[in-house]
């Protein structure tokens, strides 16, 4: 750590041991250094939490995490100190009792545990989670981890320590939990800083956070040793940790973002809204995905730990002690109410991925603009028709559309105008073919498949030239185009057929059958507009007489008002 930041660490590091040695001197009387204590305790509180707070507000991803987390913690730890404090400089209380400035102090790890875990990063899957769940399973994953941990201290050791220590059982309980907690938050920062990308990301944060919190450790060591030996006093020197602590933690939060500090792009990365901000988020990051499963089974790990060690005691004393049995159950709930929310949220994210797979199906056989079938998915289509032709299945005919003067729309309207145009006119040729299949073969071009014998693809094509020229209002100015329609004929294959020497339409592939609706469309587009021209299923090309199909359409349908047939807006065919 060099430059501006080194000397304000060596400045504020320089006025805590001036405070330090003020108040452990003795020249200002007891009264007065406690009262110093007191105020230069509770200022690096309150300072540290101002600090992080409004850092947070200019970091974004973990960085901006882990601030929130300690502010909201060294919130807690100041109101606890606030008591704490009344205790002591009003009350004149040498060692306060257990009261409720533990509680403040209590939640301090709480909150600390999940602000070191969001050093790990943010994996793909965690970030897609919800900033609401990753907070909630933050915040119990601290509360367990921490329970856990002292249960297996009660069970083990520290139960017989406090039943036979001089003090009150109660007061050593809370004060020997200060140092179990602080050596929980010491070791994780010695597993983050082991970790190479870790630790080269954010090097100065860690070591300031780290030494802060050995800095409360240490103190709380000292004030856990004082109960249990009986004492009636805390030295005010040995309180030094305390303000030495807050005021590092606040340093850490200061830290400035250095190039160390800068997510690295080396690797591949996903530059989108996580559960924390905005931050790229590592595509393949192995320490993001071993600290994610890290704080997923910690706290089962934990609980596991618990039941053999209880079951052994069990064994081997045949009771357990009460304190144990009522911490336990505490933790077993947490625990559950832990998996609820991991439930719930997995069966968000499994409707939320179902959803995401049909959308993305529905794209991929749908064009966006239309919603009609797009060119693979017809081509499947397609196949199948010409599959059921050649085994004597089904007769098909094949149409291509082509609209007239399409560009003039366009250039009149804009392509905003002709988009409109399009949507319309594809609802009317969902109308027209009925149960056949539509799709957009391209721009301003659609493709049909009439299930039916040749004659009914001629009314068909013909109904869709009828329909086309029903002028659709566009701005306030009616607009009309004709359509030329190609058609191919995909009969079935009898044993009448077997000798025919001929080339039909069944004996052709797919491409081949849209290479011929495509020559006859254009047949069409050469004779005029709004054409009919069709291959029949020996392969010869005639006109199609309008009129004379107009004279037997009857009533049409309502190409205005008609809907879609759902029917048609699947995916690819599943007839054998």
């Given at each position: 750590?060099?430059?501006?930041?080194?000397?304000?660490?060596?400045?504020?590091?320089?006025?805590?041991?001036?405070?330090?040695?003020?108040?452990?001197?003795?020249?200002?009387?007891?009264?007065?250094?406690?009262?110093?204590?007191?105020?230069?305790?509770?200022?690096?509180?309150?300072?540290?939490?101002?600090?992080?707070?409004?850092?947070?507000?200019?970091?974004?991803?973990?960085?901006?995490?882990?601030?929130?987390?300690?502010?909201?913690?060294?919130?807690?730890?100041?109101?606890?100190?606030?008591?704490?404090?009344?205790?002591?400089?009003?009350?004149?209380?040498?060692?306060?009792?257990?009261?409720?400035?533990?509680?403040?102090?209590?939640?301090?790890?709480?909150?600390?545990?999940?602000?070191?875990?969001?050093?790990?990063?943010?994996?793909?899957?965690?970030?897609?989670?919800?900033?609401?769940?990753?907070?909630?399973?933050?915040?119990?994953?601290?509360a367990v981890v921490v329970g856990s941990l002292?249960?297996?201290?009660?069970?083990?050791?520290?139960?017989?320590?406090?039943?036979?220590?001089?003090?009150?059982?109660?007061?050593?309980?809370?004060?020997?939990?200060?140092?179990?907690?602080?050596?929980?938050?010491?070791?994780?920062?010695v597993l983050l800083i082991v970790i190479p990308?870790?630790?080269?990301?954010?090097?100065?944060?860690?070591?300031?956070?780290?030494?802060?919190?050995?800095?409360?450790?240490?103190?709380?060591?000292?004030?856990?040793?004082?109960?249990?030996?009986?004492?009636?006093?805390?030295?005010?020197?040995?309180?030094?940790?305390?303000?030495?602590?807050?005021?590092?933690?606040?340093?850490?939060?200061?830290?400035?973002?250095?190039?160390?500090?800068?997510?690295?792009?080396?690797?591949?990365?996903?530059?989108?809204?996580?559960?924390?901000?905005?931050?790229?988020?590592?595509?393949?990051?192995?320490?993001?995905?071993?600290?994610?499963?890290?704080?997923?089974?910690?706290?089962?790990?934990?609980?596991?730990?618990?039941?053999?060690?209880?079951?052994?005691?069990?064994?081997?004393?045949?009771?357990?002690?009460?304190?144990?049995?009522?911490?336990?159950?505490?933790?077993?709930?947490?625990?559950?109410?832990?998996?609820?929310?991991?439930?719930?949220?997995?069966?968000?994210?499994?409707?939320?991925?179902?959803?995401?797979?049909?959308?993305?199906?529905?794209?991929?056989?749908?064009?966006?603009?239309?919603?009609?079938?797009?060119?693979?998915?017809?081509?499947?289509?397609?196949?199948?028709?010409?599959?059921?032709?050649?085994?004597?299945?089904?007769?098909?005919?094949?149409?291509?559309?082509?609209?007239?003067?399409?560009?003039?729309?366009?250039?009149?309207?804009?392509?905003?105008?002709?988009?409109?145009?399009?949507?319309?006119?594809?609802?009317?040729?969902?109308?027209?073919?009925?149960?056949?299949?539509?799709?957009?073969?391209?721009?301003?071009?659609?493709?049909?498949?009439?299930?039916?014998?040749?004659?009914?693809?001629?009314?068909?094509?013909?109904?869709?030239?009828?329909?086309?020229?029903?002028?659709?209002?566009?701005?306030?100015?009616?607009?009309?185009?004709?359509?030329?329609?190609?058609?191919?004929?995909?009969?079935?294959?009898?044993?009448?057929?077997?000798?025919?020497?001929?080339?039909?339409?069944?004996?052709?592939?797919?491409?081949?059958?849209?290479?011929?609706?495509?020559?006859?469309?254009?047949?069409?587009?050469?004779?005029?507009?709004?054409?009919?021209?069709?291959?029949?299923?020996?392969?010869?090309?005639?006109?199609?007489?309008?009129?004379?199909?107009?004279?037997?359409?009857?009533?049409?349908?309502?190409?205005?008002?008609?809907?879609?047939?759902?029917?048609?807006?699947?995916?690819?065919?599943?007839?054998?």
């Amino acid at each position: 750590m060099a430059g501006s930041a080194g000397r304000r660490v060596l400045v504020v590091l320089g006025c805590v041991l001036a405070v330090v040695l003020l108040v452990g001197s003795g020249v200002l009387g007891h009264r007065i250094s406690v009262l110093i204590d007191d105020v230069a305790q509770l200022a690096g509180g309150i300072a540290a939490t101002v600090v992080c707070g409004r850092t947070a507000r200019s970091r974004t991803g973990s960085e901006r995490q882990w601030r929130v987390l300690m502010a909201a913690g060294m919130a807690c730890w100041s109101a606890g100190m606030a008591v704490w404090a009344f205790y002591r400089s009003v009350l004149d209380m040498p060692l306060p009792t257990a009261s409720v400035a533990d509680l403040g102090f209590f939640l301090f790890p709480v909150f600390a545990v999940p602000a070191l875990f969001a050093f790990v990063g943010v994996s793909p899957r965690r970030a897609a989670a919800g900033a609401r769940h990753i907070w909630l399973m933050s915040l119990l994953d601290g509360a367990v981890v921490v329970g856990s941990l002292f249960v297996l201290s009660w069970a083990t050791v520290l139960g017989a320590v406090v039943h036979s220590s001089e003090s009150e059982p109660i007061e050593f309980l809370v004060a020997v939990m200060y140092p179990i907690t602080d050596l929980v938050l010491v070791a994780m920062i010695v597993l983050l800083i082991v970790i190479p990308t870790i630790a080269a990301r954010y090097r100065s944060q860690l070591t300031l956070l780290g030494a802060g919190i050995l800095m409360l450790a240490i103190s709380d060591s000292i004030y856990a040793y004082l109960v249990a030996i009986g004492a009636e006093f805390m030295p005010v020197l040995t309180d030094g940790g305390f303000i030495a602590g807050t005021a590092l933690i606040a340093l850490a939060a200061a830290t400035p973002r250095t190039l160390d500090d800068r997510p690295s792009t080396s690797g591949p990365v996903t530059y989108g809204p996580s559960a924390y901000g905005r931050e790229p988020v590592a595509l393949t990051s192995t320490a993001s995905v071993a600290g994610e499963r890290t704080q997923m089974l910690l706290p089962y790990a934990l609980m596991g730990a618990i039941g053999i060690v209880l079951a052994v005691l069990r064994v081997l004393t045949g009771t357990l002690d009460s304190t144990v049995i009522v911490l336990g159950v505490a933790v077993v709930l947490l625990s559950l109410v832990r998996q609820m929310v991991t439930l719930i949220q997995n069966d968000n994210l499994l409707r939320s991925l179902t959803l995401a797979r049909d959308e993305l199906t529905y794209r991929a056989h749908h064009d966006g603009l239309t919603g009609l079938l797009n060119r693979s998915s017809f081509d499947e289509h397609l196949r199948a028709a010409v599959n059921d032709a050649r085994a004597g299945r089904q007769s098909s005919v094949l149409l291509l559309i082509d609209l007239d003067n399409f560009k003039s729309v366009n250039d009149r309207f804009g392509h905003g105008g002709g988009d409109e145009l399009l949507i319309e006119l594809a609802r009317r040729l969902n109308t027209c073919v009925g149960e056949g299949v539509v799709a957009r073969f391209g721009g301003d071009e659609f493709t049909a498949l009439v299930y039916a014998d040749l004659d009914t693809g001629h009314a068909t094509a013909v109904r869709i030239a009828e329909a086309m020229q029903t002028p659709h209002d566009i701005d306030g100015h009616p607009v009309s185009v004709g359509a030329c329609v190609g058609v191919v004929e995909i009969g079935r294959a009898t044993e009448a057929d077997a000798d025919h020497t001929a080339p039909r339409t069944t004996d052709i592939d797919e491409d081949e059958l849209m290479r011929l609706a495509d020559r006859a469309m254009y047949r069409a587009k050469r004779e005029g507009k709004a054409r009919v021209y069709a291959y029949d299923i020996m392969g010869a090309l005639s006109a199609v007489p309008i009129d004379t199909y107009r004279d037997n359409l009857g009533t049409r349908p309502n190409i205005v008002a008609g809907e879609p047939d759902p029917a048609r807006l699947m995916g690819p065919p599943t007839r054998t």
